[in-house]
């Protein structure tokens, strides 16, 4: 198949008697625009290795493939294996039946034959968005861009900044390891079967280095969940979690030794000085 349309995949699926599965979160892209606007976006060139996560009908794969990308798809659902394997030109892409969060991508793209760094282009599904994307940088893959379609809300909370409304735990931890920017907003007329919200496509480029240096990674994340658990409390009181029994006296003397005013909440604070708060902390713990 030489274009993946979108009269020719929906004949495809109704002959292969496949139904959309509402479990795996399946919108599909027909409009060839937007995809090769989606491929623009994660400027791919001839050559690259692209993992794609959740091809479905094939149709984003197609485009990657037409601009020279050596393509990974992982599709989750069984029904859709053969029919991709049926239209994409099994010289440039490789599809591998799994699910993203239990595979090794690293492992994966080697044995595949894909050269590291690579890319990861993808439609994630709503449902498990934050999930993927968090298992993707906690396994510190060897990835360099990932362009990823989410829902518009999603998209807007990872690009946000402190004291706004979307700022939250996931904002800091995607800050952490990339530069996030939104490229474009996706209407949702444009999927088959179209979903209830827009979506947008997010940009996250991995830093050579993490944004901040802390002393220890998940000490400085146990004190940024604290914070935003309950974000209408003040640090001093939505801090206590971190180290039960800690007394606030002592907790109001690391917060000073950080120059952090304890009575400030979680989401006024940049990645910056949870970073000092952690480090100070961290100096303190084994005196406290």
């Known amino acids: ?30 409009d060839r625009n937007l995809l090769k606007r989606i491929v623009r976006g994660a400027e791919i060139t001839p050559g690259d290795s692209v993992v794609e996560i959740g091809p479905g009908a094939g149709t984003l794969t197609s485009i990657l493939t037409e601009a020279g990308a050596r393509v990974l798809a992982v599709e989750i659902d069984t029904a859709l294996i053969p029919i991709l394997r049926e239209i994409l030109p099994e010289e440039k892409v490789t599809v591998i039946q799994g699910d993203i969060l239990k595979v090794d991508l690293d492992q994966l793209t080697r044995e595949k034959g894909l050269t590291h760094p690579y890319k990861i282009v993808a439609n994630l599904p709503y449902y498990i968005t934050t999930p993927i994307i968090m298992d993707i940088l906690e396994k510190e893959y060897q990835f360099e861009i990932m362009v990823i379609m989410v829902q518009w809300e999603v998209a807007e909370r990872l690009t946000s900044s402190p004291g706004t409304k979307d700022y939250g735990a996931i904002t800091l ?114 005196t406290l």
Request: proline share 3%.
């Open 1 to 30: 198949m030489t274009e993946i349309t979108k009269s020719k995949v929906m004949e495809l699926l109704k002959k292969r008697g496949f139904h959309f599965k509402k479990g795996f979160g399946q919108n599909f892209l027909f």
């Open 173 to 286: 931890s995607v800050q952490y390891y990339c530069e996030s920017s939104i490229l474009f907003k996706v209407p949702r007329h444009l999927f088959t079967p179209a979903p209830e919200v827009d979506s947008a496509v997010l940009l996250l480029k991995k830093r050579a280095e993490p944004a901040v240096q802390v002393k220890n990674r998940e000490f400085l994340f146990k004190i940024v969940r604290a914070a935003f658990g309950q974000r209408r409390k003040t640090l001093l009181n939505a801090l206590g979690s971190v180290q039960p029994g800690l007394h606030k006296e002592v907790l109001l003397q690391v917060l000073d030794e950080a120059g952090i005013d304890g009575q400030r909440r979680g989401e006024t604070l940049s990645l910056e000085e949870f970073a000092v708060l952690a480090n100070a902390w961290e100096e303190r713990k084994s």
